[in-house]
């Protein structure tokens, strides 16, 4: 049975059969305050959607403290790998089978610069993640709006737990979150990447109930939490 922890925002830890990986490892600068870089010592993949700080986090010094391998769209991999990181390079639409399961890089509507004290770099695609462990498939969106492309992964991909943004501003709100659940039809739909800040100070209960009337089963799994899937 794999085991995911909130660790707030979107920041994820998750351990399986081969696999003890963050995902989305904002840590250090994060204001829910759940765990530290230094927490993780014994990771092996570290999976970013993005390259926004609120996202890359602290990826590369916990990659190279820890020999873990950054697992991310090709330009991200890249700066992290000129940083001295272990990386893993994908695209959207790619799908590799690591030792411990399969991983495909899926679409999302969002950007993806890197900030580097006065310089913006280019961070490519942002992207979901759909990370299989335990024989069960797990789908981190990262950030993005609704987008049609999840209908493709309610026929197709079998998704056991879906990590939805319900943040509004700068993703999905609850509504359209809850829309996007309905499309992906994953036997749970965990919400997160709410409250981190005042402007994406949503209630995870309105998505919640939204999403429940579709017929969607919702767990909401507050940082620091475990679940067990």
């Given at each position: 049975?794999?085991?995911?922890?909130?660790?707030?925002?979107?920041?994820?830890?998750i351990?399986?059969?081969?696999?003890k990986?963050?995902i989305?490892?904002?840590?250090?600068?994060?204001?829910?305050?759940?765990?530290?870089?230094?927490d993780?010592?014994?990771?092996?993949?570290i999976?970013?959607?993005?390259?926004?700080?609120?996202?890359?986090?602290?990826?590369?010094?916990?990659?190279?403290?820890?020999g873990?391998?950054?697992?991310?769209?090709?330009e991200?991999?890249?700066?992290?790998g000129?940083?001295?990181?272990?990386?893993?390079?994908?695209?959207?639409?790619?799908t590799?089978?690591?030792p411990?399961?399969?991983?495909?890089?899926?679409?999302?509507?969002?950007g993806?610069?890197?900030?580097e004290?006065?310089?913006?770099i280019?961070?490519?695609?942002?992207?979901?993640?759909?990370?299989e462990?335990?024989?069960?498939?797990?789908?981190h969106?990262?950030?993005?709006?609704?987008?049609a492309?999840?209908?493709?992964l309610?026929?197709?991909e079998n998704?056991?737990?879906a990590?939805?943004?319900?943040?509004?501003?700068?993703?999905?709100?609850p509504r359209?979150?809850?829309i996007?659940?309905?499309?992906?039809?994953?036997?749970?739909?965990?919400?997160?990447?709410?409250k981190t800040?005042?402007?994406?100070?949503?209630?995870?209960e309105?998505?919640?109930?939204?999403?429940?009337?579709?017929?969607?089963?919702?767990?909401?799994?507050?940082?620091?939490?475990?679940?067990?899937?």
């Amino acid at each position: 049975m794999a085991k995911l922890r909130y660790l707030g925002h979107a920041a994820f830890y998750i351990e399986g059969e081969g696999l003890k990986a963050l995902i989305d490892p904002f840590l250090s600068q994060n204001p829910w305050n759940i765990a530290k870089p230094e927490d993780f010592t014994d990771i092996n993949y570290i999976f970013v959607t993005h390259g926004h700080g609120d996202h890359l986090g602290d990826a590369i010094e916990i990659a190279k403290e820890t020999g873990a391998t950054i697992v991310s769209i090709f330009e991200t991999a890249s700066y992290c790998g000129s940083k001295g990181a272990n990386i893993h390079a994908m695209h959207i639409g790619g799908t590799y089978q690591f030792p411990f399961g399969r991983v495909k890089l899926t679409p999302a509507a969002h950007g993806s610069a890197i900030v580097e004290g006065d310089k913006i770099i280019y961070g490519g695609n942002p992207c979901g993640m759909i990370i299989e462990v335990d024989g069960k498939n797990l789908y981190h969106a990262g950030d993005t709006g609704l987008i049609a492309d999840m209908e493709l992964l309610g026929k197709y991909e079998n998704i056991d737990v879906a990590l939805l943004p319900i943040g509004g501003n700068f993703t999905m709100d609850p509504r359209d979150a809850a829309i996007a659940a309905e499309m992906i039809k994953p036997k749970i739909a965990i919400p997160m990447h709410y409250k981190t800040w005042p402007v994406i100070d949503k209630d995870p209960e309105e998505f919640k109930k939204l999403a429940e009337e579709k017929g969607i089963k919702v767990e909401i799994v507050k940082p620091g939490q475990e679940y067990k899937f």
